[in-house]
């Protein structure tokens, strides 16, 4: 159950849906995405939508909220679900929903300008990238951090967006402010993850908590969180050898 669905005003949804609702009336127009995304409200009060998109169930769609939360609603958003679609094909079950959240991530993270990463990159041709959400206080970060050389071997550029895991109040998000002020971003993040004093001002103007607001957006629940180029969401730490397997790349 999505955190917006349980406010005290009242818990009006129902996680059954009757067969029938997944149908709609002939006259629904082409443009009930739309029409859906203006009239959803609860209580009176219009929900934060911030995408409709249809489903393969006819009348039936997926409704993101501004915070990145996610249900499905029937067009006269009278009825709602929440949970994973899958389809159930030759192949097996599928799921349509972390399919859809792949594709949101891909296009969220396509808005963060590198001037706003810190970037580690290798000197030959890059294969790969990968995006990764994490905080220097984090152990598992530091090890993961082991792994950038091996994978800029391999032509993978590791992209590094900011998530202090204990939030924006945090000595760890002071940290990253440290980084991104840094002339040096780089040798900063470097000097973080090997628990080293860094220099630079806090104080300027910095993306940290605008990029910790998207991790928590996009599902982010822990660092660190590695993004794979179709915009998998994978959690914690993976090994080098690994993830150039999942990127189907042959280590060297």
């Not at 995408?51 to 501004?66: A, D, I, K, M, N």
């Not at 000197?123 to 990764?132: C, P, Y």
């Not at 990029?211 to 179709?230: C, E, F, K, S």
Request: glycine share 8%; net charge negative.
């Amino acid at each position: 159950m999505i955190a917006y669905l349980h406010r005290p005003a009242g818990a009006l949804f129902t996680l059954a849906l009757p067969l029938a609702a997944l149908l709609l009336p002939c006259a629904v127009l082409a443009d009930g995405a739309e029409r859906l995304a203006e009239r959803l409200k609860v209580n009176g009060q219009p929900m934060p939508v911030a995408s409709v998109r249809e489903t393969p169930l006819e009348g039936f769609y997926q409704v993101r909220l501004e915070t990145g939360e996610a249900f499905y609603s029937d067009a006269e958003g009278n009825y709602f679900l929440v949970g994973d679609l899958y389809e159930n094909g030759e192949g097996g079950l599928t799921n349509l929903t972390e399919q859809a959240r792949n594709v949101e991530r891909t296009e969220q993270l396509s808005q963060v300008p590198e001037s706003e990463r810190v970037v580690f990159r290798g000197t030959g041709d890059s294969r790969a990238k990968l995006v990764v959400f994490t905080d220097t206080t984090c152990p598992y970060c530091r090890q993961f951090h082991e792994e950038v050389p091996a994978l800029n071997e391999m032509g993978v550029e590791v992209h590094y967006l900011a998530f202090p895991r204990a939030g924006m109040n945090s000595q760890g998000a002071r940290i990253l402010e440290q980084v991104w002020c840094a002339d040096n971003r780089s040798e900063a993040m470097s000097a973080g993850k090997r628990q080293e004093a860094i220099s630079a001002s806090a104080d300027c103007d910095n993306p940290v908590e605008e990029q910790y607001h998207l991790g928590m957006a996009m599902g982010v629940q822990g660092t660190p969180a590695i993004v794979l180029p179709d915009g998998r969401l994978v959690p914690g730490y993976v090994p080098a050898e690994r993830l150039a397997e999942m990127l189907g790349l042959a280590a060297e």
